[in-house]
């Protein structure tokens, strides 16, 4: 069969020839009042219309770190909870 490696490509679902592929770029999110910087994060990106998906397990893991709240299970599907508790939890103060 295939390698398995990273050389992974799927079609586009923006545009009927595109392929995302993998690339590592910075991910921004913001964590209440501070805007989050992630370098190189797993994204896939359209060669064609430039459509980027975050990878999602790499988004899962980040979400993990970030939210004070990842113990508990993930009733709200997807909304995205606007708390204003904001703590200084960087992940690398670099
Ligand atoms: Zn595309």
Known sequence: MKHDDEELSFPCTECPAGHLTRQYITYFTWL???LITVPDFPAWICDV???REYD???LNQLTLLLNPNAGKPANKARSISTRTSAKSTRPHPE
């Open 56 to 58: 999602l397990q790499a």
């Open 32 to 34: 209440g009042d501070e």
């Open 49 to 51: 219309c430039g459509r």
